[in-house]
């Protein structure tokens, strides 16, 4: 399995509060990604890296920003939570963009009460 | 949006038997692959075709590619309990990666 680390597995907090979740590869891959999956939804792109303090916005990035100051590591942060960023997060990875396949963490539950 | 569609949602089949799973999407692609999901787990790359294929094998798996009609199907033959997981098409344009919604598969012993 690629070494793709995502940290903490499982967070639950409260409405307002801001929340990091960290990705950590082991891979010296160029791309990073983050994804949220809900039920009915799939995954969803949230933003993504094509290097270091590269980033881009995806599909549903209202509510989070991103930062990568190292090739290894991507973090997201929910500056306040709501109830609506309650979900599945998935970290990605690639060597290269689109053509690659992607290798995944194994997620972050988070839940916003 | 051009997300996938996966059809169908859910689909039970006895262990042996053959799954067939399909792929559709609205705007031109580069690239579609099949991924698979264990219950709490991330997604596991499984097969890549691209534009200009149109059908690929690897392993029990087998991947058609119509891109006249936007559709992709994912057939697993020989279904084994393990084949237990939900399963993902997702397209490439550019340098992003969209995924459809998923097919739950459910083996039966």
């Known amino acids: 399995d690629a070494g793709i680390t995502q940290s903490p597995r499982h967070k639950v907090t409260e409405t307002g509060t801001p929340v990091t979740l960290r990705c950590h590869q082991t891979?010296?891959?160029?791309?990073m990604y983050w994804y949220r999956q809900d039920p009915g939804h799939g995954l969803r792109l949230i933003h993504y890296?094509?290097?270091?303090?590269?980033?881009d916005k995806g599909e549903v990035s209202d509510g989070y920003s991103v930062s990568r100051s190292k090739t290894e590591d991507f973090l997201l942060t929910l500056e306040s939570a709501t109830s609506s960023q309650t979900s599945v997060y998935f970290c990605?990875?690639?060597?290269?963009?689109?053509?690659?396949?992607?290798?995944f963490g194994d997620g972050t539950r988070l839940s916003i009460l | 949006s051009q997300q996938g569609e996966e059809d169908p949602q859910a689909l039970s089949i006895q262990e042996g038997e053959n799954a067939t799973m399909n792929c559709s999407y609205k705007?031109?692609?580069?690239?579609l692959q099949w991924y698979r999901q264990n219950s709490g787990r991330g997604l596991v790359h499984l097969i890549l075709?691209?534009?200009?294929?149109r059908e690929k094998h690897s392993g029990r798996l087998r991947v058609t590619l119509d891109t006249s009609k936007k559709s992709s199907s994912l057939l697993i033959t020989a279904s084994r309990a393990a084949d237990t997981a939900s399963y993902f098409c997702?397209?490439?344009?550019?340098?992003?990666?969209?995924f459809g919604k998923g097919t739950r598969l459910h083996i039966l012993p």
């Open positions: 997702a397209m490439n344009r550019d340098d992003k990666i969209i």
């Open positions: 705007t031109s692609i580069n690239n």
């Open positions: 990605a990875i690639s060597d290269r963009a689109g053509m690659a396949p992607q290798h």
């Open positions: 075709i691209r534009s200009n294929e």
């Open positions: 891979e010296n891959h160029r791309y």
């Open positions: 890296s094509y290097g270091v303090k590269d980033t």
